[in-house]
């Protein structure tokens, strides 16, 4: 199990940009694939990106693609989701994971730790 916090979360119009970022403070998570999901009021948790261990290689979510970018920086333990040219539709709750690996596609039960969450807020 890894302990994570995610931060940056908020309330944008739709067009605009933000940043939430994950961090795994007092651990080395570079051995980690690290995920985003998502969830919204009445639906099932969703992924979004991915960015593997290693070689940090990324796969998105065909919703997301384009317009988000999944980053990790492992010196300071924390990966980042830039999400550019938002829309209504991805406001969500946005969920960090780590897992030791998944498939492309994966699924939020093959992520075995989980941070709290933050609130994306996209209005029209």
């Known amino acids: 199990q890894v302990q994570l916090v995610e931060s940056g979360g908020g309330s944008v119009q739709a067009g605009g940009s933000l940043r939430v970022s994950c961090a795994a403070p007092?651990?080395?998570?570079?051995?980690?694939?690290m995920g985003w999901f998502r969830q919204a009021p009445g639906k099932e948790r969703e992924f979004v990106a991915l960015i593997r261990r290693g070689g940090g290689s990324t796969s998105y979510a065909d919703s997301v693609k384009g317009r988000f970018t999944v980053s990790r920086d492992n010196a300071k333990n924390t990966i980042y989701l830039q999400m550019n040219s938002l829309k209504p539709e991805d406001t969500a709750v946005y969920y960090c994971a780590a897992a030791w690996q998944v498939p492309n596609n994966p699924r939020a039960t093959d992520f075995g730790s989980w941070g709290q969450g933050t609130q994306v807020t996209v209005s029209s």
């Open positions: 007092g651990r080395t998570f570079s051995t980690y694939t």
